[in-house]
């Protein structure tokens, strides 16, 4: 995540001085809106199809799909841009504040799974996994602020912000690939998950892509002083 450190560093969202007191920074906005959205997702599947455990399990569904679309930005945005060119710069200047949008958006999916655990007995297992996936990402969110970044050196922040990172798009894998896979067979395997596979397996394998052209690129500086 080597690319993706430099986004979460986040100096560029640093509070600027001059803000006037009470003005939220921009990257609060990001969460705010990723908060905003996920909640009124929920709260419109929760009232079309019911409060208990089918409107609940599909309102799990929905955010985690928002969830999802605020995380790729901030997990393959740099490498994108690394090899489609400026043009999805944007993605990469922004990529903290998706990163921070998806950990306020994942907010909701969180008091959703209460909300099941509530209402559907079966549904107490711990699933270690999945709260190991929200512990990542609130310590990705907490590694985002420069005094914590510091305080740890680059080389073990870029390894605990790499490791983070993919922990959370292993969580989303085994959503999208593993348990429909587990539950359905390879041959009814539901169509409407591939569109989140391709975004996720194409945003693991450019990030691949852009760490090896990095290596590539200092190996040449190395040789070439
Ligand atoms: C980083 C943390 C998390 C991520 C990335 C995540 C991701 C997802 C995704 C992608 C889905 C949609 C699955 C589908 O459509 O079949 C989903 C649904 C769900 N998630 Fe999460 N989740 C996280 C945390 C949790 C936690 C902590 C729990 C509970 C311990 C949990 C329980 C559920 C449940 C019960 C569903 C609904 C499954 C169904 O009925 O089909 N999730 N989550």
């Known amino acids: ?30 969460m705010a809106a990723g908060f905003a959205v996920s909640l009124a997702l929920a709260a419109i599947v929760l009232a079309v199809a019911g409060a208990g455990e089918h409107g609940t399990a599909l309102a799990l569904r929905v955010t985690a799909r928002w969830c999802f679309l605020l995380f790729w930005p901030a997990y393959a945005g740099s490498a994108l841009t690394r090899f ?30 209460l909300r099941l655990m509530a209402v559907a007995a079966d549904q107490r297992t711990p699933m270690l996994l999945f709260w190991a996936g929200v512990a990542c990402t609130y310590a990705l969110a907490l590694l985002s602020l420069p005094r ?21 798009a292993l ?14 067979g390879p041959d009814k395997y539901p169509l409407t998950y591939l ?24 190996g040449g500086v190395q040789q070439n002083p």
């Open 1 to 30: 995540m080597t690319a993706r450190a430099s986004q979460l560093s986040g100096s560029s969202d640093r509070p600027p001085a001059s803000r006037p007191a009470g003005v939220l920074p921009a990257v609060g906005y990001w």
């Open 84 to 113: 489609c060119g400026p043009r999805f710069a944007v993605l990469t200047r922004q990529g903290r504040a998706f990163g921070l949008a998806f950990a306020a958006a994942l907010g909701v999916h969180v008091g959703l799974v």
């Open 148 to 168: 914590l970044r510091d305080w740890l050196g680059p080389r073990a922040w870029r390894i605990a912000c790499e490791a983070a990172m993919q922990y959370i």
């Open 171 to 184: 969580v989303f894998a085994v959503d999208f690939i593993v348990e429909p896979l587990q539950a359905n």
């Open 195 to 218: 569109p989140f596979v391709i975004m996720l397996v194409g945003g693991a394998l450019l990030r691949i892509a852009a760490q090896l052209r990095r290596q590539r690129t200092a």
